[in-house]
């Protein structure tokens, strides 16, 4: 199975910061690449899908880059709804498999 | 609007079975792959199966192979996962979500699912 490795696992940041966001697979997936976001009791919401495709109606401040094996979640203003757990997933192969997940906190 | 409604889950005791399942609407259900995605309390996300549009080619997460079976009903709009053998690592918020083939682009609000041992 491909492994996925994001880092930070936690990350504290303002309102306003400019925040990146690491994911690492254990061997490539070409561009085949999501990012969600979830928030406490809700449901995972899909931001960025192909690597690079922002979803529609998602915030033009996320934003994804990368291919291969090494790929970047930026949110270029962070905003107070954006405080949430966000997680990267391949689907490259059968199965599909997530990151650990990264919490960005308010500090 | 877009709704995926999962139904089913509860408490079982370990070996047991239960089946869940998830009604759609506001979008062409034969039109997409299906899967359903777990998240145990306190951890990540983990994807469990997927079902081709046509319920013609199944993918299963190794540890759930055998045990679990995802199907799905396209003129009812519904897709169901018959879990059996029911162990207290299966327990976890279930969810209902389109794609597999693509990311998962809708997603349920989830179904908990508890294995006392």
């Known amino acids: 199975d491909i492994q996925m490795t994001q880092s930070p696992s936690t990350l504290s940041a303002s309102v306003g910061d400019r925040v990146t966001i690491t994911c690492r697979a254990s061997?490539?997936?070409?561009?085949?690449l999501a990012w969600y976001q979830q928030k406490p009791g809700k449901a995972p919401k899909l931001l960025i899908y192909?690597?690079?495709s922002l979803e529609s109606g998602v915030p033009s401040r996320f934003s994804g880059s990368g291919s291969g094996t090494e790929f970047t979640l930026t949110i270029s203003s962070l905003q107070p709804d954006d405080f949430a757990t966000y997680y990267c997933?391949?689907?490259?192969?059968?199965?599909?498999?997530f990151g650990q997940g990264t919490k960005v906190e308010i500090k | 609007e877009v709704q995926l409604v999962e139904s089913g889950g509860g408490l079982v005791q370990a070996g047991g079975s239960l089946r869940l399942s998830c009604a759609a609407s506001g979008f062409t259900f034969n039109n997409y792959w299906m899967s359903w995605v777990r998240q145990a309390p306190g951890t990540g996300l983990e994807w469990v199966a997927t079902i081709k549009q046509d319920g013609g080619a199944n993918y299963y997460l190794d540890s759930v192979k055998g045990r679990f079976t995802i199907s799905r009903d396209n003129a009812k709009n519904s897709l169901y996962l018959q879990m059996n053998s029911l162990r207290a690592e299966d327990t976890a918020v279930y969810f209902c979500?389109?794609?597999?083939?693509?990311?998962?682009?809708?997603w349920g609000q989830g179904t908990l699912v508890t294995v006392s041992s």
């Open positions: 979500a389109s794609g597999g083939n693509t990311a998962f682009g809708y």
């Open positions: 061997q490539s997936i070409s561009s085949w």
């Open positions: 997933q391949q689907y490259n192969s059968f199965s599909r498999t």
């Open positions: 192909k690597a690079s």
